[in-house]
Nanobody, 120 residues
Framework: HVQLVESGGGSVQAGGSLRLSCAASGYTCSTYCMGWFRQAPGKEREGVAVIKSDGSTNSADSVKGRFTISKDNAKNTLYLQMNSLEPEDTAVYYC???????????????WGPGTQVTVS
C-alpha cells in the first residue's frame, strides 16, 4: 500500500524560503519516479519538479534557479527546497510517485493529500 505524506508548507513573505518534505511508504524511492506538483485556485495542476530513479531531474521553467528537488533514499523521503518565493508560487503542493516516468505531466498513480504554500 503506497502512501505519500507531505509536510513543510506554510505562509512566507516574498523572497523567503520553504522546504517541503514527502515521506513515502509502501515502496522505495530509489526505484520510483517522484515529483512535486502544484495547483492554485482556479488553475490546473502543474508539474514543478521531478526526479527519476536514476537521480536525474527536470523542473518547470518558472521555478528553475529557485527550486531544487532531491531525495534521500535511505529515509524514503522526497524534498523540494524553494527559495526566492514569489506570490505566484502560492498553491497547494502535491507529492506524486509512479513506477513509470511521466515527466512534468500529472499522470502519476500515487498522490499525497497536499500541503498549502502561501506567499505574500
Amino acid at each position: 500500500h503506497v502512501q505519500l505524506v507531505e509536510s513543510g508548507g506554510g505562509s512566507v513573505q516574498a523572497g523567503g524560503s520553504l522546504r517541503l518534505s514527502c515521506a513515502a511508504s509502501g515502496y522505495t524511492c530509489s526505484t520510483y519516479c517522484m515529483g512535486w506538483f502544484r495547483q492554485a485556485p482556479g488553475k490546473e495542476r502543474e508539474g514543478v519538479a521531478v526526479i527519476k530513479s536514476d537521480g536525474s531531474t527536470n523542473s518547470a521553467d518558472s521555478v528553475k534557479g529557485r527550486f531544487t528537488i532531491s531525495k534521500d533514499n535511505a529515509k524514503n523521503t522526497l524534498y523540494l527546497q524553494m527559495n526566492s518565493l514569489e506570490p505566484e508560487d502560492t498553491a497547494v503542493y502535491y507529492c506524486a510517485a509512479d513506477q513509470f516516468a511521466f515527466g512534468l505531466s500529472p499522470q502519476y498513480k500515487y498522490w499525497g493529500p497536499g500541503t498549502q504554500v502561501t506567499v505574500s
